[in-house]
T-cell receptor
Framework: GAVVSQHPSWVICKSGTSVKIECRSL??????MFWYRQFPKQSLMLMAT?????????EQGVEKDKFLINHASLTLSTLTVTSAHPEDSSFYIC?????????FGQGTRLTVV | AQKVTQAQTEISVVEKEDVTLDCVYE???????LFWYKQPPSGELVFLIR??????QNEISGRYSWNFQKSTSSFNFTITASQVVDSAVYFC?????????????FGSGTQLTVLP
C-alpha cells in the first residue's frame, strides 16, 4: 500500500529556533496533505491542509505565520514550526488520502526546551 | 459539522477478558467512512478498519470485531480474549467520502490497559 514517510521521528530544539518536519509520499502523488497535532493524552486535531502548488488552509486558532507549510511538489509537504516555544511541544503527524484510504506518517515528537 | 464521541476515556481489563470500545458519531453527510486506529506508545497510528456507510455488515478479523449500527450512529469495536499487547490508545474517526476536505475527524480516544 501507499506509504507516507515522515522525518524526523523526534526532535528536541531550543526555544526560539525553528524546526522543519518533512512528509514524503513514497509511491503515490499526494495532492493534499493533512497536518495534525496531538498533545499528550489528547486526540489528533487537524491543524492545516496543504495543497500542492497553492496556499495551505489553516484551521481556526492555528497561526499560519508560526506554522509554515510548503507543498511544492506532489511528493513532499513540509511543516516548519518557527520560533518554537515550549507550548509547541507536541506530536505532529501528517496524512494523505488515496481514494478511500488514509495514510499516516510515523509522526514527529517535538520537544522545545 | 462532523463529530466523533468516544465516551470511555480509560478502560482496564484483565487478560483474556472481552472488551468493547464505544464510538458514536455525528454527520450530515449521507455517505461517509468510519475508521478505527490503534496508537501504541510509539505514537504511530496503526490502521484497523475502514467502513463505508453503505455497508452495515458487521466485520470480524481474528480477535477483533466491529458492530456498525447506522440507526444509532455507532461503530463499536470489540476485542475478544484481550492480550497485554492490545494495550494502547484506540481512536475512532470519520471522514467524508469525496470532496476536497477529506480530513479525518477523530474521537478523543480510549486508553485500553490489559493487565496480565
Amino acid at each position: 500500500g501507499a506509504v507516507v514517510s515522515q522525518h524526523p521521528s523526534w526532535v528536541i530544539c531550543k526555544s526560539g529556533t525553528s524546526v522543519k518536519i518533512e512528509c514524503r509520499s513514497l509511491d503515490f502523488q499526494a495532492t493534499t496533505m493533512f497536518w495534525y497535532r496531538q498533545f499528550p493524552k489528547q486526540s489528533l486535531m487537524l491543524m492545516a491542509t496543504s495543497n500542492e502548488g497553492s496556499k495551505a488552509t489553516y484551521e481556526q486558532g492555528v497561526e499560519k505565520d508560526k506554522f509554515l507549510i510548503n507543498h511544492a511538489s506532489l511528493t513532499l509537504s513540509t511543516l516548519t514550526v518557527t520560533s518554537a516555544h515550549p507550548e509547541d511541544s507536541s506530536f505532529y503527524i501528517c496524512s494523505s488520502r488515496v481514494n478511500t484510504e488514509a495514510f499516516f506518517g510515523q509522526g514527529t515528537r517535538l520537544t522545545v526546551v | 459539522a462532523q463529530k466523533v464521541t468516544q465516551a470511555q476515556t480509560e478502560i482496564s481489563v484483565v487478560e483474556k477478558e472481552d472488551v468493547t470500545l464505544d464510538c458514536v458519531y455525528e454527520t450530515r453527510d449521507t455517505t461517509y467512512y468510519l475508521f478505527w486506529y490503534k496508537q501504541p506508545p510509539s505514537g504511530e497510528l496503526v490502521f484497523l478498519i475502514r467502513r463505508n456507510s453503505f455497508d452495515e455488515q458487521n466485520e470480524i478479523s481474528g480477535r477483533y470485531s466491529w458492530n456498525f449500527q447506522k440507526s444509532t450512529s455507532s461503530f463499536n469495536f470489540t476485542i475478544t480474549a484481550s492480550q497485554v499487547v492490545d494495550s494502547a490508545v484506540y481512536f475512532c474517526a470519520l471522514s467524508e467520502v469525496s470532496g476536497s476536505a477529506r480530513q479525518l475527524t477523530f474521537g478523543s480516544g480510549t486508553q485500553l490497559t490489559v493487565l496480565p
